[in-house]
């Protein structure tokens, strides 16, 4: 008889709700190995016995030959005793059990998009699930959004109201099927049904394909919430969605039918078009081709578009049937969260929708559309939510000590760290009034629930005023760790690439809490994870109005124009800033004016966000923002990709810090803008400015001592070219220089960085 072992085989990692359990099983078959698999906690155990060759081979292919949704992170093996399977028994996949796992090895699995095999049963008329909007399968379908709890079986998501027909009992049984085990299985005659005011099913559907194509507004319950749908090829449809969701000029997110759709409304570099066809379906925001059949309104006053391909049965039967580019933004109101709940949807929206598509699979978990950027040969992530959310990142410093992040105030995500990994939770908003304050709550004690982390500290931005810091306040833990808001921008850019030692940090932002109590926002930073000095930054400015001047550019501009920094540069002429306020309200420069002056209400901010602002008001480009970054969008689409010589700029000592004087800058802006000068030029040209100053600010810090690392982050390096710019000119100085791909340079990554500068600090024993 030929040698036989026993061994019991552990994997940790995502590999709950992805096919695991069935692929273990058709491997360990085709290896003749006996044996069980079982989902425990957030695991897979297997007992096997066989050959010691057949159990080298499964335990490879676990490691190496996974389901394309699964993250294998470790197999560990161990002697099997009793109860051994019994030679000949086969193979069998168990029941879950209710064990949780110890640590961090709960992962949650993302939702994916719609497989192509489903995709092709969904229009074969053949196919019992012909024009069935829920079809999936262990490759696709809801997973974060519809899970309760883990293990992950059927009775721990939304399904679990929905009693499988005998077929579709049959495709979950039959371990040749790749609907074994895939728990969201349905069909039109057991499964979830589409709704549309009092009629269901495929009538439902068709009569929502009717109102959009008839101009209405519509609201679609998505995979983590409900969605606004509108002709993004109708002027007026479109302004209608803008009137009533109270958002005048952000831009929409576009949903097209296939990549064939999207070449036709911008250009598709191969990142871009990978990233559309990837799992997670992201919005992908590109270059906008001229002359397209969008309307004028879909991304006013911006050169780029927010596209993606359906990431649902449903999102594909309404592109197939209206054939044409559909409008797919979240479903709330500027500023509040995205409507998850039917009732609440209805109450919210029944002033923006015209009718509601709805079906009775509840949503467990908010996950608003991810949106990345491509920059050359690489992808950088704007939003990190569905589809990518909750996947866990890395932490190569470990936390010892299990720590939540509370994140920032704009942009918020918090994350949840225990050993070698951190949970970033999905994309909440911001964090402005009680709703989005509830959503996150929310969402922090589900994410809590399923990882099984139970944190013991709590790190926390510096500004006493964001919700997120008096809820960190809150919080019955013993441990708060304060974190400089900048120092977490780069400490998430750092983290996210591996970087153990000292680095140079450059952070450029909107405002930050500074640690001398006044705001930052263009800040040259060494640093390491755990601590920071600051060694070079942008000159102040005062806001006039302080919120005020985040609203309204112009008076970000008169900020500068009057109360600039003093450090030598004279300020523009008499003339030159008449030249500027001539054709605005007289009482409001005024006001502006004496308020800088006197010095009420003008907190100052060394602010490169805001130095953006200043321009593109200097600049025509718009006095107002009615969404955050309007200005510098602007700006950057201005720049094109023309070329341009920088403007005038210098740097000045002080206090032991180099510091970037902008007055020449902005004089000369004054000064081009005066003498008639394309705009493109002085837009390229202040973006190239930006860019020098950056890297001379750089060279002298490293000049002085500091590490050849440079991390990027910060809102501002959302702008592809200023990253650019930036990039070459450091890396012509023989500079490495690391930029946050999956975890977002904006705030959205704050509580990466957090989570990563607290662990720092336990392992050093603070």
């Not at 998505?222 to 002027?235: E, H």
């Not at 030692?501 to 640093?527: C, K, Q, R």
């Amino acid at each position: 008889m030929s040698e036989r072992v026993a061994c019991t085989i552990t994997v940790s990692g995502t590999v709950q709700g992805v096919g695991f359990r069935p692929f273990v099983h058709r491997t360990a078959t085709r290896l003749g190995v006996d044996g069980w698999v079982v989902n425990t906690g957030g695991r897979v155990e297997l007992s096997v016995a066989g050959s010691p060759r057949a159990l080298s081979t499964l335990v490879r292919a676990l490691r190496e030959d996974a389901p394309p949704l699964a993250h294998v992170r470790h197999v560990g093996t161990a002697p099997l005793t009793e109860p051994s399977p019994v030679p000949g028994s086969g193979f069998t996949v168990r029941g879950s059990t209710g064990e949780r796992g110890r640590g961090p090895s709960r992962e949650i699995p993302p939702d994916a998009a719609t497989c192509e095999a489903c995709l092709a049963e969904l229009f074969d008329p053949a196919d019992r699930r012909h024009r069935y909007p829920f079809v999936n399968c262990t490759d696709c379908g809801p997973r974060a959004t519809v899970i309760v709890d883990l293990p992950y079986d059927r009775e721990r998501t939304t399904m679990r109201h929905f009693t499988l027909c005998a077929p579709c009992a049959a495709e979950y049984a039959d371990p040749g099927d790749r609907r074994f085990h895939a728990e969201p299985v349905a069909c039109a005659a057991c499964g979830p049904r589409l709704s549309w005011d009092g009629i269901t099913g495929d009538d439902a559907l068709r009569a929502a394909v009717a109102a959009v194509d008839d101009g209405a507004v519509i609201a679609v319950k998505g995979l983590g919430g409900y969605q606004l749908v509108c002709d993004a090829t109708q002027a007026d449809a479109v302004a209608r969605l803008r009137a009533r969701k109270h958002r005048p000029a952000k831009p929409f997110a576009v949903m097209v039918r296939d990549i064939d759709a999207a070449g036709r409304l911008a250009r598709l570099p191969r990142t871009a078009r990978t990233a559309l066809a990837s799992p997670a379906r992201p919005v992908v925001l590109l270059a906008a081709r001229r002359g397209t059949c969008l309307a004028p309104g879909v991304h006013p006053g911006t050169g780029s578009v927010g596209l993606f391909l359906p990431t649902t049965g449903l999102h594909h039967l309404l592109l197939h049937d209206l054939d044409r580019p559909l409008v797919v933004t979240s479903g709330n109101l500027s500023g509040e969260p995205i409507a998850i709940d039917d009732a609440a949807a209805r109450t919210a929206l029944a002033s923006v929708a015209d009718g509601f598509l709805s079906h009775d699979r509840p949503i467990h978990a908010r996950y608003d559309d991810s949106v990345v950027r491509p920059t050359g040969r690489t992808v950088l992530t704007v939003r990190r939510a569905r589809g990518l959310a909750p996947a866990p990142l890395p932490l190569h410093t470990p936390a010892t000590v299990p720590i939540a992040a509370a994140g920032a105030q704009l942009k918020h995500a918090f994350a949840l760290a225990e050993g070698k990994q951190a949970f970033l939770g999905p994309h909440t908003g911001d964090l402005e009034d009680a709703g989005t304050l509830e959503a996150f709550e929310a969402a922090y004690a589900d994410l809590v629930r399923l990882t099984g982390i139970a944190p013991q500290a709590v790190a926390h931005d510096l500004h006493p005023g964001y919700l997120s810091t008096q809820w960190a306040r809150a919080l019955p833990l013993a441990r708060r760790i304060a974190v400089q808001h900048h120092h977490a921008h780069v400490a998430a850019c750092a983290a996210e690439h591996g970087v153990q030692g000292p680095f140079v940090g450059v952070a450029y932002d909107g405002l930050g809490f500074g640690d001398d109590g006044t705001l930052w926002g263009g800040e040259i930073l060494v640093a390491d994870l755990a601590r920071y000095r600051r060694a070079g930054r942008f000159a102040t400015a005062p806001l006039p109005g302080g919120a005020a001047a985040v609203r309204r550019p112009a008076r970000m501009a008169l900020g500068y124009l009057h109360g600039a920094e003093p450090l030598g540069a004279r300020l523009p002429s008499a003339a030159l800033v008449r030249s500027f306020t001539q054709h605005r309200d007289p009482h409001e420069v005024h006001v502006v004016r004496t308020m800088v002056e006197r010095g009420v209400n003008c907190p100052r901010a060394s602010s490169a966000g805001r130095l953006f602002d200043a321009a593109a008001a200097l600049l025509g480009l718009g006095d107002d923002a009615t969404y955050e970054g309007q200005s510098a969008v602007a700006l950057e689409t201005a720049a094109g990709n023309g070329r341009a010589d920088a403007l005038p700029w210098r740097l000045v000592p002080v206090d032991g810090l180099w510091v970037y004087d902008p007055v020449p800058t902005l004089t000369a802006l004054l000064q081009g803008v005066d003498g008639h000068e394309p705009v493109t030029r002085l837009a390229a040209a202040f973006h190239r400015t930006v860019a020098e100053v950056t890297s001379a600010l750089v060279e002298r810090v490293v000049a002085a001592g500091a590490p050849r690392t440079v991390c990027l982050s910060g809102g501002c390096f959302q702008n592809v070219r200023l990253l650019r710019d930036v990039t070459a000119l450091l890396r012509s100085q023989g500079l490495r220089v690391l930029v946050g791909r999956a975890v977002p340079v904006n705030d959205g990554g704050i509580g990466y960085g957090q989570a990563a500068v607290a662990a720092a600090r336990f392992q050093r024993g603070e």
